[in-house]
């Protein structure tokens, strides 16, 4: 893709993570200085979405994002067969690479609903004297993540590669089908975030909602 933001400029191909910590800056710094405040005036007292629901809204918005990646990937590679690079991975296809931030920017501000509500969930539900395994969980939960993402890439490239065919996940992205990689994991994204609402349900209220429903008269 060409990635020139002018003539003699062009952002580097490992720099478009760049995007997701933007996005997610941004969105702390607007949702936390801007969004919250100006709800809380409107509605006259102080307005907080609760942590749960947050991480419910990152989960959706991982699932956005995956939607958004598999179209611009489908339209990537039918661009780069239309031009006949088919057979070479390393051309340039005559589509601007800024394609991909809208991606990037969906994941950055999941990251800042699910990360800091993961966070704050294991804070607040853990006593004080374990905070520092409040902290380990969350690292654990990326750790087991990049496990499950290694294994779905696997299973993919293996099942896809019978038979001689070319794999969705091969060197060449051009004959590959990253198109139907990113729909698998759009629903696998979407089967999560359902099995995360039940889990969710299940649980009840998180540990500030119970405090509030205790603190109710006739309670």
């Known amino acids: ?3 020139h933001l002018t003539k003699k400029f062009q952002i580097p191909a490992g720099s478009y993570g760049m995007f997701n910590v933007i996005s997610l800056a941004l969105w702390v710094i607007l949702y936390d200085r801007v969004i919250l ?14 942590v749960k629901l947050r991480m419910g ?4 918005l991982t699932c956005i994002a995956m939607v958004v990646s598999a179209i611009v990937e489908n339209a990537r590679r039918r ?3 239309r031009d006949g690079f088919q057979n070479n991975p390393q051309a340039i296809v005559k589509m601007s690479a800024m394609w991909l931030v809208p991606q990037f920017c969906l994941n950055g501000i999941a990251e800042a609903f699910t990360a800091i509500g993961q966070t704050e969930f294991f804070y607040s539900e853990l006593p004080k004297s374990m905070s520092s395994i409040a902290a380990a969980l969350f690292v654990l939960g990326l750790a087991v993540a990049n496990l499950l993402a290694s294994a779905v890439v696997s299973i ?3 099942i896809t590669s019978k038979g001689g065919k070319d794999s969705w996940v091969s060197s060449n992205i051009n004959k590959s089908r990253f198109d139907n990689y ?10 999560n975030l359902f099995y995360y609402f039940l889990c969710a349900w299940a649980y009840g209220p998180s540990g500030r909602q119970a405090t509030k429903v205790k603190a109710l008269p006739g309670r």
């Open 1 to 3: 893709m060409d990635r």
């Open 37 to 50: 405040p100006l709800i809380s005036k409107m509605k006259g007292k102080s307005v907080r979405i609760g």
């Open 57 to 60: 809204i990152g989960l959706f």
């Open 79 to 81: 661009e780069a067969i």
């Open 156 to 158: 993919i490239d293996d």
């Open 182 to 191: 990113y729909w698998v994991l759009a629903i696998l994204s979407f089967i």
